[in-house]
């Protein structure tokens, strides 16, 4: 009786301090806006930390962003022009002016520019074509010589060329092109990857060997091996997933393994997603983004992944819970000040009377 009654005063001053300033009540999202507006420093895009440095990657990963969770983004001409200046004669992107073209900027360039509106054909016409065309040359292939002629041949696979493969073959569909591919020896090489057991080398060979397939319309050797081996990195305690078997979990891994079992469309199959749900939304710092476990601080590549790892698992609509309700959310140090000027003397009155119960 006692102990209820102290509860029921606990919620009713934390329903009364909502109306009196309902700034208290804000959502998971509102948090996620206010860490974008954070690091939109300046017009021209958006920074990976508040009081960072633009980047291109960040800008797009803030549009994208923005885009599925329905956030208005302002002056976006702004950083249309940002991206103009970023481009070099060659078509690639930089982050510095006058500096070479970088793959994975340009990479980021392009996705950006279909969040600002543009179309295949738009996006086209700025010449990014000619750049990752002649650049994977170098990046993808060996230049092997037989004889008195030399042919073209695959790189090794490495969890890095994998990552190339999946990015230039995704630039190419964004831009409405069709670029020469060994289909066939790279194909073969990627499903070759797959031990005779069903598990691979390590996490990352088995996620990008399977999304660099799925990007190609091609299926591994044995599709249900692939699911059964990425869920064994899985923490059926958190729902997390890691990058080695009873390693800790990470917010990177969860999104990885994600993506690759939405590839084989193997999402249901997933144990423990009311637990991996949870465990992505305890990474969001009060009233602002997301921060990995390995992390340092807030930041928008983790934000992204939190977004992205809510969006596969069908869970956006977590982030419109008020912060103060959620599991392991904070309560606003306000709302101790201000209930407990209510609270001391409501709790001393509760025992004024229970002491006289006795008597």
Avoid at 46 to 61: D, Q, V
Avoid at 153 to 179: A, D, F, H, Q
């Amino acid at each position: 009786m006692y102990r209820d009654k102290v509860i029921s005063t606990m919620m009713f001053l934390i329903c009364l301090t909502f109306l009196l300033n309902p700034s208290f009540a804000l959502t998971r999202q509102d948090g996620v806006d206010r860490f974008l507006q954070d690091t939109r420093t300046s017009i021209s895009g958006y920074s990976p930390t508040i009081s960072g440095e633009i980047t291109i990657k960040a800008t797009t990963e803030a549009l994208e962003i923005s885009t599925l969770l329905g956030l208005p983004v302002n002056n976006t001409l702004g950083i249309l022009l940002h991206y103009q200046d970023s481009q070099n004669s060659d078509g690639g992107f930089h982050n510095q002016t006058s500096k070479s073209s970088n793959w994975q900027v340009t990479y980021y360039a392009a996705l950006g520019l279909q969040y600002l509106g543009l179309n295949s054909t738009r996006i086209s016409n700025w010449g990014i074509f000619e750049y990752t065309n002649s650049t994977a040359t170098s990046l993808l292939y060996n230049n092997v010589t037989v004889g008195n002629s030399s042919k073209l041949e695959i790189k090794p696979l490495s969890t890095s060329i994998m990552k190339s493969w999946y990015e230039y073959i995704k630039m190419n569909i964004l831009l409405g092109r069709l670029p020469t591919i060994p289909f066939q020896e790279l194909s073969n090489s990627l499903k070759a990857l797959q031990y005779k057991n069903g598990s691979y080398l390590n996490f990352q060979t088995a996620i990008w060997s399977n999304l660099v397939l799925n990007s190609l319309n091609v299926k591994p050797r044995d599709a249900l091996a692939v699911g059964e081996y990425i869920r064994a990195f899985q923490n059926s305690t958190t729902g997390g997933f890691s990058n080695k078997i009873n390693g800790s979990e990470t917010l990177q891994s969860s999104y990885l393994a994600l993506l690759a079992l939405s590839s084989l469309n193997q999402l249901k199959s997933l144990d423990h997603k009311k637990e991996l749900t949870t465990f992505i939304i305890n990474l969001q710092e009060p009233r602002s983004g997301f921060k990995d476990t390995t992390s340092q601080k807030v930041n928008m590549e983790d934000t992204w992944y939190a977004i992205q790892s809510l969006l596969l698992l069908n869970k956006l609509t977590e982030l419109s819970a008020p912060e103060v309700l959620l599991t392991q959310g904070f309560v606003p140090y306000q709302i101790l000040g201000i209930s407990g000027i209510f609270i001391i003397p409501i709790f001393k009155k509760i025992r004024k009377i229970k002491s006289s119960n006795y008597l």
